[in-house]
């Protein structure tokens, strides 16, 4: 096995326990922001991980590929998703109250029932439900 190939492995095992922990609830938004800040030359990857009925409030989820997750019913209140990828992500029954979507796509996103408290660009919402 090959250096790069032992890194991407070790990487993608943080991943999952990171995932494992957010879905507990087992990590809190300083711990999240200080693991962001180490590794933030690296591209997160959380296409369609469940992330459902999870509370994500106030983190900083910027830049981060959420294609085709499922975030139904999570809070996300205040919650950083500038330059995410929410393409297809389930976000129906969410809060999303005071979240920062600069720049995020929404291509066919579900926002069925979501709670939206600010103002999103028209272009984002083209093609979400309704």
Known sequence: MSDEERKTQEYDAVLGEILRRLRSGDIDIYEWDDWRKENSYEKIDFSDVDLSDTNLDEMNLSGINFSNANLSGSSLNATNFKQANLTNANLSEVNLEFAELKKANLTNANLTKAYLSIV???????YSYE
Request: aromatic residues 0%.
């Open 120 to 126: 999103i660009s028209k272009k984002n919402l083209r």
